[in-house]
């Protein structure tokens, strides 16, 4: 709770047991969406609204202590790995997310064919496919 606290105040933020709360459940459950993250808090420190849970959200990840994410056709994740420019792996099947480093060397990614004059300094890559237990699953129906 001192980590988060701390954290908070780096970022010239007001500490909160909703802002705790909020990070707490982020970290604990990486990826988690809002609603995932509601629950969580809710457990924690009781009640809170939604609103306040989608502002504490909003303000960390304005602020780099998290990270948010929001893969095609599903609700924004958020998580705690910030800062590496780590990609993910996401099952089309059951919605797992998966963290991955970034290629070493040679990044292709970070290299546009036309920058447009922007200066890119992130990339944002997902790898969408199937789960080992999805291909185990859907292997066993055939």
């Known amino acids: 709770m001192n980590d988060a606290a701390e954290q908070l105040r780096q970022h010239g933020l007001q500490v909160t047991a909703q802002r705790i709360a909020v990070l707490s459940a982020v970290s604990a459950q990486p990826h988690a969406t809002a609603d995932d993250v509601a629950r969580e808090v809710k457990a924690q420190i009781g009640v809170i609204s939604r609103q306040a849970v989608y502002d504490a ?70 790898f969408w496919g199937r789960c080992p237990e999805c291909v185990v699953s859907e292997a066993d129906r055939h």
């Open 57 to 126: 959200l909003h303000v960390l990840a304005d602020k780099g202590i998290i990270r948010r994410i929001q893969p095609a056709g599903s609700p924004a994740r958020f998580e705690d790995r910030v800062g590496d420019n780590h990609h993910h792996l996401i099952c089309r099947g059951c919605g797992r997310v998966e963290d991955v480093d970034c290629a070493v060397g040679d990044t292709p990614c970070l290299n546009a064919a036309d920058d447009s004059g922007f200066e890119i300094d992130e990339a944002e890559v997902i």
